[in-house]
């Protein structure tokens, strides 16, 4: 006989009220694209009044991050982008990008996870992310604009090199 997993006691931060783990397609409907359509969340018992839910771990049924309204899933999301850019863009890897983030942001590195983060943290990710891109493509401009510059060299005006 197969052992059931134990659910987690689950409580959301807006109204307080117990979540209860729901398939996926209890939020996002049965008829949306699914990336996993056996994802399970851990929603809100007073859904949808209350809006909050959080993916649920396949593996121990544990939730992934806290619960979050929809404003603030949006935000993890965004934060999530900012930082995929960091390895997408080819400056640091994954591993290497949380372990960067986790320094700018002073967090220790177990509770650097977007799924927990609050709109601040997400904010300040998405903020430092995209000042550390930018000051990347400012130098990568720069040593192009050197590189180019060295290339042509200086000449003198009957076009020899001095």
Request: proline residues 4%; charged residues 30%; hydrophobic residues 30%.
């Amino acid at each position: 006989m197969k052992k059931r997993k134990k659910q987690t006691e689950v409580f959301c931060p807006y109204c307080g009220r117990r979540a209860v783990l729901r398939p996926i397609t209890y939020v996002v409907g049965e008829n949306r694209r699914i990336f996993d359509p056996d994802q399970k969340v851990y929603v809100c018992s007073a859904y949808p009044a209350c809006n909050a839910y959080v993916a649920a771990s396949k593996k121990n049924l544990k939730p992934l991050g806290s619960l979050a309204d929809g404003e603030l899933r949006n935000l993890r999301i965004q934060a999530h982008r900012a930082l995929r850019g960091l390895w997408q863009n080819g400056y640091l890897s994954e591993k290497d990008a949380y372990h960067w983030l986790s320094g700018k942001l002073g967090l220790p590195e177990k509770d650097t996870h977007i799924a927990k983060f609050s709109h601040y943290w997400c904010e300040e990710t998405i903020r430092c992310c995209e000042a550390y891109i930018e000051e990347r493509r400012e130098l990568e401009l720069k040593g192009r604009m050197m590189t180019k510059s060295r290339k042509e060299g200086s000449h003198d005006t009957k076009g020899n090199r001095t």
